[in-house]
Structure formats: C-alpha cells, structure tokens
C-alpha cells in the first residue's frame, strides 16, 4: 500500500516510529514531512499529506499532530478526503467501514506509541463495508 506520512514538530516522533513500522511491513512510504522535531506549522504537513490521497499517488495517509485534531481539519479541507481522529479500536474500524476514511489522524500527546501502532493497523486493514453507507460517503463529495 502506498502510504503518505506527515506531522508537525509535536507529532514528528511518532510519525518516524509508524514509518519504520510501515516500511518493515513493505508499504511504500510518502513522507510528505516534517523531517525534525523543530516547531513548524500542522497545515502546511498535513495538506501536502491530504493531497497525497486526493491525487492517488497514495492510497491513504496518516498524519500526528500533538491531538490530531488540527490535522484533520486541515485534510478534510481537500477535495476527495475522508479523514478522522483516531483515539481507539471502534475509532479506527467505524472510520473505515462505515465511512471509507482515507487519512488517520493520530495525537502523540494523547495517544502512547502501542495503541497508535495498533489503530494504524487496523485501519489499513479494516476495509469499507459499502452497502447502505455508499450513498452517505457519497453525499460527502
């Protein structure tokens, strides 16, 4: 799977612990930045990662935030993304059965480093029920 990765400084330790995770298990990894831990601004990561999915040079992205919560405002301004926070298991699966999220958004400052590794799991493996929920993701577009 084509991943893009992104973060700001307060989510730039997580991200690069995810992307050796991603890269070991074979994905091919987009890192669309930031590439140290020095204060830098959430949107301009976030955006690059979001257009990453919206273009389809990646088939999903995941972006860390100190909450995550600005990162995902920022992705779901782009056209074409469907992206959530993710703070457990029904988070990360109900994200991607029922509404076919596209990017996770994770918070380093909220949420430890395990529970982040396994919510990136089983979103890239939950897959999109379709069904009575295609019509209510594509009333989104």
Known sequence: MRIA?????????????????LEAERHQIIDCGNFNDERSDYPDWGRK?????????????????GSGIGMCI?????????????RDEEDARLSREHNDANVA?????????????RLVDLFLKTPFSGGRHESRVAKIE
């Not at 920022?74 to 993710?86: D, E, I, P």
């Not at 958004?105 to 590794?117: F, M, N, Q």
Request: charged share 30%; glycine share 6%.
């Open 5 to 21: 990765l992104a973060s700001d400084h307060a989510g730039f330790s997580l991200k690069e612990k995810l992307r050796r995770k």
């Open 49 to 65: 990662a979001a257009e990453e999915v919206a273009s389809s040079r990646a088939d999903r992205a995941i972006v860390v935030g």
């Open 74 to 86: 920022v992705a779901n301004k782009v056209q074409g993304v469907r992206a959530a926070v993710l």
């Open 105 to 117: 958004c994770l918070g380093e400052r909220v949420t430890d480093d395990v529970t982040a590794i």
